[in-house]
């Protein structure tokens, strides 16, 4: 566990250097859109720029900016946007917490209906439904996720107005439970079921209907065992394994999916922000949204692989050997 924390925070490092590497190369000059969005429009010029850049530091050598980068971030200071003038610690402060939101909800529902579905087409005996079953998984599995999210917008939004078409909370309307709930589904079923669904409930049907003609689970049933303590102590915890590997890693799809997401529901999250200050070239901001939206991704697969090892004990076993050679 310690070498994979190890990994993980150079994994982390590597990540940030990248991103301020790559955003340094990315054509035109904030200090010439902050000096143009000032004077309303009008080009600035030069030596304007030029003397705004000494102000922000940029034009200082890039290994330079990326130590005070790296300074401050430790520090939770990654430095202020150049459009709002704000701390972009101040800005991912309120937006963070709903993307946390939305993606907790989506993982939330693509766990429960993938185990659902899964259990379904793996223990059922109607082939008929087994088949329909995989056939659906195998439509979704091919569907981009904003086309999902555009067909639960029309479908429930536009069609049957059941339920809102994005945002928090109609304008002027506090933000309360009873008002949020309804307003989060759409997003969160858009994400859970545009991203990695179909794999998810594959992979439950598949690790669970492997495991129905084992040996040990076929001398449970022969003991008398009831069918509930089989599935549940012989056939689902083993037949999980496979499910929980992916679903770490399937948590960065999910955030990318996210951005997306919640563009077209108009959701004020880290991913709506980041678009946001990439088309206004708030490169302060976007280099911060990477570098959280990456360590979220990297707990997610350290938390998969803590997951994976409960479930199945050999995996700690094999784990705790490879660390002793």
Known sequence: MIRRAATAIAVVVALSALCFALLDLAPGSPAADILEARSGGRPASPAAVAELEHQMGLD????????HWVAGALHGDFGTSYGSGRPVSEILSDTAPWTLLLTAVAVLFSVVGAIGVGLAA???????????????????GGMPGFVTALLLLYVFAAW????????????????????????????????????????????VQTGVGRLRTAPHVESAQVRGLSRWTVTTRHLLRPGFVPFAARLGVGVGGL?????????????????????????????????????????IVIAANLIGDLAVGWLDPRVRLNGAADGRR
């Open 60 to 67: 200082d050598p890039l290994p330079v900016r990326y130590g």
């Open 122 to 140: 793996a223990l059922t005996r109607r082939a008929w439904l087994r088949r329909g079953i995989e056939g659906a998984l195998f439509a979704l």
């Open 160 to 203: 049957w107005q059941v339920l809102p078409s994005g945002g928090l909370a109609r304008p002027g309307e506090p933000v309360t439970l009873a008002v949020l709930v309804p307003h989060l589904v759409l997003p969160a079923l858009a994400l859970a079921f545009g991203h990695h669904f179909g794999t998810y409930a594959r992979l």
């Open 255 to 295: 955030i990318a999916g996210a951005y997306a997401t919640e563009m077209i529901f108009s959701w004020p999250g880290v991913g709506r922000q980041a678009i946001l200050a990439a088309r206004d070239q708030d490169y302060a901001v976007l280099t911060a949204v990477v570098l959280v939206t990456g360590v």
